[in-house]
T-cell receptor, first 112, second 115 residues
Framework: AQKITQTQPGMFVQEKEAVTLDCTYD???????LFWYKQPSSGEMIFLIY??????QNATEGRYSLNFQKARKSANLVISASQLGDSAMYFC?????????FGAGTRLTVKP | EAEVAQSPRYKITEKSQAVAFWCDPI?????LYWYRQILGQGPELLVQ????????DSQLPKDRFSAERLKGVDSTLKIQPAELGDSAMYLC?????????????FGPGTRLTVL
């Protein structure tokens, strides 16, 4: 069965510093996609970054990068130069086939 | 920029009443999803449409929930009768099956409170 685990219910980071949000997954499918979404208090899920299981390089999108360690089945999100607007819930998700599974999320708070 | 539209944004109802949520996906997106997100948890899929056909409704409580996408564009999710445990955020998402990756784009959600 596919499973996504986010072990950090909450994280704090000082403005302008980098932060890593952890995500581990479990699947027996050889081909899958990993996604990170941001959910502000308004409720909308905002797509941040994607990593394919066969991608050789870690994905990057602006200040977001994904530290993909396939053998360890981890896909940690790194946010560089944190901003106050980064305060939100962050969800890791995996899609091996038709079924997208989400983790329980990590609440990130950026301190001024 | 294309967006997924949902209405209403907030809905308060009493138990045993009927409620309905509407979703308009990004133009051209053939795949539409309805998710339920209970406070403090990640979204869970309720139903997935490909055009007007249901692809997956295995997690939809069919005794009280129904979903339709008659013309393969916008969609309605209905709950009848609503129960206290249905209080949650209901999120709609869409994706284009021909795109890579097939990223799901979400609407703003409908926050349902059942009293």
């Amino acid at each position: 069965a596919q499973k996504i685990t986010q072990t950090q219910p909450g994280m704090f980071v000082q403005e302008k510093e980098a932060v890593t949000l952890d995500c581990t997954y479990d699947t027996s499918d050889p081909s899958y996609g990993l996604f990170w979404y941001k959910q502000p208090s308004s409720g909308e899920m905002i797509f941040l970054i994607y990593q394919g299981s066969y991608d050789q390089q870690n994905a990057t999108e602006g200040r977001y990068s994904l530290n993909f360690q396939k053998a360890r089945k981890s896909a940690n999100l790194v946010i560089s130069a944190s901003q106050l607007g980064d305060s939100a819930m962050y969800f890791c998700a995996m899609r091996p086939n038709n079924d997208m599974r989400f983790g329980a999320g990590t609440r990130l708070t950026v301190k001024p | 920029e294309a967006e997924v539209a949902q209405s209403p944004r907030y809905k308060i109802t009493e138990k045993s009443q009927a409620v309905a949520f509407w979703c308009d996906p990004i133009s051209g997106h053939a795949t539409l999803y309805w998710y339920r997100q209970i406070l403090g948890q990640g979204p869970e899929l309720l139903v997935q449409f490909q055009d007007e056909s249901v692809v997956d409704d295995s997690q939809l409580p069919k005794d009280r929930f129904s979903a339709e996408r008659l013309k393969g564009v916008d969609s309605t999710l209905k709950i009848q009768p609503a129960e206290l445990g249905d209080s949650a955020m209901y999120l709609c998402a869409s994706s284009s099956p021909g795109a890579f990756p097939d990223t799901q784009y979400f609407g703003p959600g409908t926050r349902l409170t059942v009293l």
